[in-house]
């Protein structure tokens, strides 16, 4: 069975940094590459950050890119996210995704991901 539980997330004030972890089993490792999604209230789930199996290539979003890094800890399974300089509207629940890492370019569409976790709510106040 597949599971991915994300957790870090919480409160934090504007200008503050979080870590966001996204635990993996029931799943290779290897061959598969991991992305972080957000779904702000009210809005539409969107793409934040996407690395590929192999810990090389990396992707953002350009609302969070110089501010996010996502990284990957293969000994432990497990997919990070590190926020810095958070804004307002970073606010929103937190998915961590994983896809069958065999395409030439990133996916950044929810469709090319095969599992999700439950999601991580991360509030940034003003």
């Known amino acids: 069975q597949v599971q991915l539980v994300e957790s870090g997330g919480g409160l934090v004030q504007a200008g503050g940094s979080l870590r966001l972890s996204c635990s993996v089993s029931g799943l290779p490792f290897n061959g598969y590459g991991a992305g972080w999604f957000r779904q702000a209230h009210g809005k539409e789930r969107e793409f934040v950050a996407v690395?590929?199996?192999?810990?090389?290539?990396?992707n953002y979003a350009d609302s969070v890119k110089g501010r996010f890094t996502i990284s990957r800890d293969g000994a432990k399974n497990t997919i990070y996210l590190q926020m810095n300089n958070l804004k307002f509207e970073d606010t929103a629940v937190y998915y961590c995704?994983?896809?069958?890492?065999?395409?030439?370019?990133?996916?950044?569409?929810?469709?090319?991901?095969?599992?999700w976790g439950q999601g991580t709510q991360v509030t940034v106040s003003s």
């Open positions: 690395i590929r199996w192999t810990g090389v290539d990396t």
């Open positions: 995704a994983a896809f069958r890492d065999f395409r030439r370019y990133l996916p950044s569409s929810q469709s090319e991901y095969d599992y």
